[in-house]
């Protein structure tokens, strides 16, 4: 979600390599490169944007998972995942950690302890709590999914491919297991397959990617001194500003980043992620019937069902709030 500050990752937003040399070889038009952990829910980048979000598409759903998974302290289990829900990280942490203490092989509560610890931007706590989770049971599909998003959101792609890639084994329909596995492993091909200028700025997307999911001050101004570095050079590139608004949002200036995303979708009408993310900040500045319309035309101009699904839960979500002249909290999202 959006904050003044921006703290919170990437949250909701949403963003797309299409545009961009050597990614055009991905699924689709529309597909999404997002860091978005799965929070045991059936909910749907980008995300840890860090991805970092409530919603996914993974097939269990957060009590299934922890029916399935949480022995003996499924009640506490369950409430730690409604914190997790509510965006309530703290008290997700402490009640899962409690968990962990009296029961240590307990896979979940090492899991949302992780998801916990990566919310509030604490990398190498969420890698070690999500890394023990699938050491006590290897078949944990989503703990690896979610330790692959944590690798990932810091620069790590080879053990995020990994972590990928037992997930995808586990669940070999699930698309964004497949989807996460695609996009790393092709952008691990193409860093290393070229010293082009195309590679090069391909690099350093990434680059400002792993510094604005970690989510201090000097890391905004280094990613968006990036963005504003490969715009320089490629100034009609829609992606790029895409994540130059996302950027200036997280610095909490939205007025900026609205006038970007303007811009973009003036340039490319049927660009979907610049209308959600345009949406989510005109709901951060209180503007409920204009937010409402950008999740419209990101709906209709997405051919994605996931994404689709998101747009549509967020114009519901939103229907009938006040406008307000102040900063919008809504309830937590980055697309697979």
């Known amino acids: 979600m959006v904050d003044k500050k921006g703290k919170s990752g990437l949250g909701r937003f949403s963003f797309s390599l299409r545009d961009h040399a050597g990614w055009n070889h991905l699924p689709s038009p529309n597909f999404k490169f997002t860091l978005k952990l799965l929070p045991i829910a059936l909910l749907i980048v980008i995300g840890f944007s860090l991805g970092l979000s409530n919603k996914g598409t993974n097939t269990d759903s957060g009590q299934s998972v922890i029916e399935n998974r949480g022995g003996a302290y499924k009640a506490q289990l369950r409430d730690a995942y409604a914190f997790i829900i509510a965006e309530n990280y703290s008290e997700a ?20 302890l992780g998801l916990a610890y990566a919310h509030r931007g604490l990398g190498e706590e969420a890698s070690t709590s999500l890394n023990h989770a699938v050491e006590i049971d290897p078949d944990f599909d989503l703990a690896w999914y979610n330790l692959g998003v944590v690798e990932e959101s810091r620069g790590n792609f080879e053990p995020a491919l990994d972590d990928y890639n037992h997930a995808r084994e586990l669940e070999p329909d699930n698309k964004p297991y497949l989807g996460a596995f695609s996009r790393v492993s092709n952008a691990i091909i193409n860093a290393t397959a070229s010293e082009s200028p195309e590679a090069e700025s391909e690099n350093a997307f990434l680059t400002a990617i792993t510094a604005l999911n970690r989510g201090s001050d000097e890391d905004f101004a280094f990613a968006e001194n990036i963005f504003r570095s490969l715009i320089d050079d490629k100034p009609y590139d829609v992606a790029y500003k895409n994540m130059l608004a996302l950027t200036l949002a997280r610095e909490g200036r939205q007025d900026e980043a609205e ?10 009408p049927g660009y979907s992620d610049a209308w959600y993310n ?47 002249e102040t900063n919008a909290t809504p309830t937590v999202y980055n697309t697979p």
Do not use: C
């Not at 990101?298 to 307000?324: Q, V």
């Open 93 to 112: 942490a402490d009640i899962a950690s409690g968990v962990a203490q009296i029961d240590p092989e307990n896979p979940v509560a090492y899991m949302i």
């Open 278 to 324: 345009l949406g989510m900040i005109r709901e951060s500045m209180g503007q409920i019937e204009e937010a409402q319309h950008d999740f419209e035309m990101a709906y209709n101009s997405s051919s994605l069902d996931s994404f689709r699904e998101i747009a549509k839960s967020e114009m519901d979500r939103i229907s009938g709030l006040p406008e307000t």
């Open 259 to 268: 006038r970007i995303l303007m811009e973009v979708v003036e340039a490319e």
